[in-house]
């Protein structure tokens, strides 16, 4: 068919691999400029892109093995486009044989097209060298150099000036286009959705397959079928909002965006918010979304029940869900308790449940270690397949059972996945802030149980400092470049209060750092170094002593701590505890 609209054999094969590859090309290039000319404006916008993977150019250039249903297609549209050859043979004009476009009502489409794509993908492509946001003049200058080519095309002679007008024409047309997207005449950028019209939102996810797995949820519900941690795990519904309250805050975090789009436009957007409305519709919006600067509303979303219970499906669970279960040390590493008693597994899972319903946002997405892991398995789900999958066959599929089997059922050695499948569990950390599981760990002795042996630490050092997460040595160097940048010889601090990448170097790799503690590093932090052993017994059996913790917002000069770092005969540093409350009364002289 190409041959039949060039009259230039060379250019045939040229113009053939250029519409194979123009549907993608045409959709790569408008998308990214309308990303970069319209805030909010997302990356992903559609599931267009998907289909571009059976054309066959892609097709072929993949590798990918041609089935027969797609072969007959191919075949279907190889005849349709021999008949369309066939009419424009019959119409084909003689004299513009040469021509490199021989029907005259196609040439200005040429012509424009030619100057559309060299404009978007040459201004883009500038724009990105040059690491400059939005700007009108490399789209211009390259559109100069697209019409120009066009024109010596369809002349065969460079001498074009006096086709100076289509070219400004065409510049007028593209100024006023970004001219009304930059300042949303068609109130895209601004636009909000009705809340009553959303089924549900969702944050920095995808949509696809949600709707099924919602609908699927709520029918095994309406069926008194059970909804367990193991199939609600295979869901994978993080991040779906529903309640009212919740998609309500969503679109008031919209609008706050929105509000901020001149100082946010030329920010790299990252964060996604989709908006699947009740009539299948999808509305989709893309941010840079710094959560710190909206606490009330992130911390809504977080805290309401449906993110607690879609990111920990443990909420879910029951005693009789679990099939073994213990209790790990965070602190000291490979101390395990035995596995717990029935009654044990019930009173645990109901403490750290209640955790988990009464964290606040602030610890949630603040900086902190594990004080213990607590480890489990869940028993094989007895449920009654068939009734699933009436409910949804693709979701409860033959796969599903197979993968849910595998995972939870009895371990073959003969499965080729064995070694993939052998420890299986669950490790879900217990954070300073969880005092319920913790009171219980103390109240039945398991804290201390896993406590390391005397012999294990050979020493601790203790000093006071700022509440930096790091050995004495990685804090000495943080804070010798924090008082540089207090001093003014740094202009900057990132979210972390470490210097900027341009100023200072990175914190060393731990192989990096010094095999015995420098006596410059000791002075500069006042260290105690305490060898006693039994006050090393004290320190170990009497507590005190937390993990880290941090709370969203927080900068490590907002409080003041106690470190103490417990080092192995080797020399290496074990664990590094923090007194937040003051020193033990026993350590107290120590510490002066």
Known sequence: MMGMITGQPLVQPVFAVIFNILPVGLYTVVFYLLQLAVYGFPSYYSTLDEYFNYLPFFKLFNNEPLGGAYCLLLAGLTVLFLTVAWLLYRRRPLESTGDIIVFPVLRPIFK?????????????????????????????????????????????????????KGLAVYCLI???????????????????PEADQVAFALLNRSEQGVAESLTALEEMEALGIRVTPQFYETMYMQNVYQEPANIQAL????????GRREELRNRRRYDSIFYVMKDGSVMRRQ??????????????????????IRNNTILLAQPSDIAWMTVGSGMFSEIESPL?????????????????????????????AAAYTINLRYVLPQVEWEALQKINPRIFSEDLLKQINRWY??????????????????????????????AWLKE???????????????????????N?????????????????????????????????????????????????????????????????????????????????????????????????????????????????????????????
């Open 112 to 164: 424009y097209g030619v100057t559309f794509c060299v404009s978007l993908c040459g201004g883009i492509l500038t724009m990105e060298i040059m690491e400059v946001s939005l700007s009108w003049w490399p789209l211009l200058l390259w559109a100069v150099v697209g019409y120009a080519i066009a024109e010596m095309l369809l002349q065969k002679s460079v001498r074009i000036l006096s086709a100076w």
């Open 174 to 192: 593209f100024i006023i286009f970004l001219t009304g997207l930059r300042f949303d005449v068609f109130g895209y950028e601004s636009r909000l």
């Open 251 to 258: 679109i008031k975090l919209q609008e706050n965006l929105v």
């Open 287 to 308: 941010y840079q979304i710094t959560e710190s600067d909206y606490p009330e509303l992130i911390g809504q979303l977080k805290e309401s029940r449906e993110c607690r």
């Open 340 to 368: 717990l008693k029935s009654g044990q597994v019930a009173d645990l899972l109901a403490a750290y449940q209640k955790d988990l319903w009464e964290e606040a946002y602030a610890e949630m997405d603040g900086e902190r």
């Open 409 to 438: 059922g009895e371990v073959n050695p003969d499965d080729p996945d064995y070694l993939r499948y052998d420890r299986r569990y669950e490790s879900l950390p217990v954070y300073g802030s969880y005092l319920n599981t913790l």
């Open 444 to 466: 039945q002795g398991l804290a201390d149980s896993m406590l390391p042996e005397e012999s294990a630490v050979a020493s601790v050092r203790l000093y006071e400092g700022y």
């Open 468 to 592: 930096y997460l790091g050995t004495a040595e990685e804090y000495s160097y943080w804070l010798e470049n924090y008082n540089q940048k207090e001093a003014g010889q740094s202009k900057t601090l990132d979210h972390y209060d470490r210097p900027a990448a341009e100023s200072y170097p990175e914190l060393p790799d731990e192989e990096k750092l010094p095999e015995t503690l420098d006596p410059g590093i000791a002075d500069s932090l006042s260290l105690t170094e305490i060898s006693d052993r039994e006050t090393i017994r004290r320190i170990l059996t009497e507590g005190g002593f937390s993990p880290y913790f941090r709370l969203l917002g927080e900068k490590e000069t907002d409080r003041r701590c106690w470190h103490i770092d417990f080092v192995s005969p080797s020399d290496n540093v074990l664990f590094t505890g923090f007194y937040y409350d003051g020193l033990p009364s026993f350590l107290a002289a120590a510490g002066r």
